[in-house]
């Protein structure tokens, strides 16, 4: 199947490969010439702008959008409205706020152009593990690109069905999901970030107690020096909190036990203040999420061993850097 890869960074890039791993053909484009020459000897067709890339494609057209959210998203779907025909379809797989997505809809709906909200998880393992897709939109385009769904998800693997569910057909057990009207899968994509924020905080709560427990400050015989690198490897086995994040900061800790490598800077893409911006709109509670994202606003301002545990897990499943201290500084964080 053709389609079109607009933007390809961390995610973007890889997704490409993916998609001509499994015997699609894909016109890639962004603004740094290098990496579409790069992907091009990979077996991708290059193209210079966006007019080559809808050029090069056969109606009914799909381009795929993987660019930071706001402005560079919000610019090329405009650029495109004026480029595609009705029964194309523009798949934004970055990490819109849903309410865009629905306007966006709207603006193309009487253009007959399709928009599919797509909330992709995976970060810079996906190459190789496949993504995790929350799909919103037009569910009759959302169908016609299965095949492309398909092939960047990760499949069932080893995972067994969850018990009850073994008569459901679902494609969620392949790794992907149609979710609902246009905004559903980057509402759901939402929840998901805001819950993650939840889960790495309180790993990295529980491993700064841990590093505390040898503090000056115990009684004697109540403080133990406890290897942390050792504790994470041990819970990634048989243990009920053991996860992809788990393993993540066992990694980082084997390489850097100390974590010297880390400030502890803490950044937030957005999506961990949407989702309690929507806790607020629907009245739902949501303490731990909410003081995960305020914890996050905080690590900016002192480090702890938790915030540096927050990075290794940021770096390891997104490739998420910190930005240097002159950065942190021209930036008043």
């Known amino acids: 199947m053709q389609i079109g890869m607009i933007g390809l960074g961390r995610m973007g890039a890889n997704m490409a490969r993916r998609l001509i791993k499994g015997g699609h053909e894909c016109v890639v484009f962004d603004r740094n010439a290098e990496t579409v020459a790069a992907l091009a000897k990979e077996g991708a067709i290059g193209a210079s702008a966006l007019e080559d890339v809808v050029k090069e494609l056969k109606a009914p057209r799909a381009v795929w959008i993987m660019l930071p959210s706001g402005a560079p998203t919000e610019e090329t779907v405009v650029a495109l409205s004026k480029l595609l025909s009705a029964g194309d379809a523009i798949i934004d797989g970055g990490n819109s706020f849903y309410k865009d997505d629905v306007r966006r809809s ?3 709906k009487p253009a007959g152009i399709h928009y599919l909200d797509v909330g992709t998880s995976g970060g810079v393992w996906g190459l190789e593990r496949g993504y995790c897709m929350m799909i919103g939109g037009d ?3 959302a169908q016609r690109l299965a095949p492309i769904f398909a092939t960047l998800a990760p499949g069932p693997g080893s995972i067994p069905k969850t018990a009850g569910r073994e008569q459901t057909k679902s494609t969620a057990e392949q790794g992907y999901l149609y979710c609902g009207g246009s905004g559903a899968g980057h509402f759901v994509k939402m929840i ?14 529980g491993f700064d107690i841990m590093k505390g427990a040898n503090s000056e400050n115990l009684p004697a015989g109540l403080s133990y020096d406890l290897n942390l690198a050792d504790i994470a490897e041990l819970w990634r086995r048989g243990s009920v909190i053991s996860s992809w994040l788990l393993d993540l900061t066992a990694i980082a800790l084997a390489s850097d036990a100390k974590l010297d490598a880390y400030s502890g800077h803490v950044e937030d893409s957005g999506e961990g203040r949407w989702t309690i911006q929507a806790a607020l709109e629907e009245g739902v509670s949501a303490e731990v ?3 995960a994202l305020y914890t996050r606003f905080r690590s900016r301002l002192e480090h702890t061993f938790a915030e540096k545990i927050l990075s290794a897990m940021r770096k390891g499943f997104g490739g998420h850097v ?6 942190k500084m021209k930036q008043g964080l």
């Open 139 to 141: 569910q009759s385009a």
């Open 106 to 108: 709207t603006m193309l």
């Open 192 to 205: 998901h970030n805001g819950i993650e924020y939840g889960l790495m905080q309180a790993y990295a709560e």
């Open 289 to 291: 999420l909410s003081t």
């Open 322 to 327: 910190e930005p240097p201290p002159a950065i």
